[in-house]
């Protein structure tokens, strides 16, 4: 008797804290995946408009490096990017 029953499926975990503000606030700034990408490679970043869905569905690790860089080509402090504290939770268990 073959059994067609999956395994159940592990809980998918966020590699970044910034993901979700970092698309937040770059649709509050009216830039595009595409832009922001293009935004970043100016300022020495070789990163792509998929590397941009990737971080922020929290797919990607992102380096402090990268965040200054993120910050820089949104013009806000790189402190904004991170969720509040009583927000961390929320993002941390999602």
Same mark, same amino acid.
């Given at each position: 008797? /073959?059994? %067609? !029953? =999956?395994?159940?499926?592990?809980? =998918?975990?966020?590699?970044? +804290?910034?993901?979700?503000? +970092?698309?937040?606030? =770059? ?7 595409? #832009?922001?990408? *293009?935004? /970043?490679?100016? %300022? ?11 971080? #922020? ?5 992102? %380096? *402090?490096?990268? &965040? &200054?860089? +993120?910050?820089? !080509?949104?013009? &806000?402090?790189?402190?904004? +990017?991170?969720?509040? *504290?009583?927000?961390?939770? #929320?993002?941390?268990? %999602?």
């Amino acid at each position: 008797m /073959c059994s %067609s !029953a =999956r395994p159940p499926r592990k809980k =998918r975990t966020r590699k970044n +804290l910034i993901g979700r503000v +970092l698309s937040r606030i =770059r649709d509050e700034k009216g830039i595009s995946q595409r #832009e922001l990408a *293009d935004i /970043c490679q100016r %300022s020495g970043w070789s990163i792509a408009r998929d590397t941009i869905t990737r971080i #922020e569905n929290g797919q990607r690790k992102v %380096s *402090d490096y990268e &965040v &200054v860089i +993120l910050a820089r !080509a949104l013009g &806000v402090d790189k402190h904004s +990017l991170f969720p509040h *504290d009583d927000q961390a939770n #929320e993002f941390l268990e %999602s």
